[in-house]
C-alpha cells in the first residue's frame, strides 16, 4: 500500500476543494467535499501509476504559519 500527501485548498470562486500532491506530475483534482475530493485523486493518482512509479521533483514537509508583526 503506497500513500502520498495531498495538500488542499477551497476554492474562493467555486466553493470546490481542490487537491495536488507536491511533487506528482500531474496528480491534482477537485470534487464537491473532502471525501469527493480524495475518491478523485486517488483515481487520477492510480491511472498516473499506470505508467509506472513516478519521480517525485519535491517531497511534503509540512506547513509553517508566517507572522508579520
Known amino acids: 500500500m503506497r500513500s502520498y500527501t495531498a495538500v488542499v ?7 470546490l476543494f481542490v487537491g495536488y500532491v507536491p ?3 500531474g496528480a ?4 464537491e467535499s473532502m471525501d469527493e475530493l480524495n475518491r ?3 483515481e ?9 512509479e513516478p519521480r517525485l521533483d519535491s517531497q511534503f514537509v509540512g506547513t509553517q504559519t508566517v507572522t508579520l508583526s
Do not use: K, W, Y
Not at 485548498?9 to 466553493?15: L, V
Not at 491534482?28 to 470534487?31: A, F
Not at 487520477?44 to 509506472?52: R, S
Open 28 to 31: 491534482h483534482s477537485q470534487g
Open 9 to 15: 485548498e477551497r476554492c474562493a470562486d467555486t466553493g
Open 40 to 42: 478523485n485523486l486517488q
Open 23 to 25: 511533487g506528482f506530475p
Open 44 to 52: 487520477v493518482i492510480e491511472m498516473l501509476l499506470e505508467d509506472g
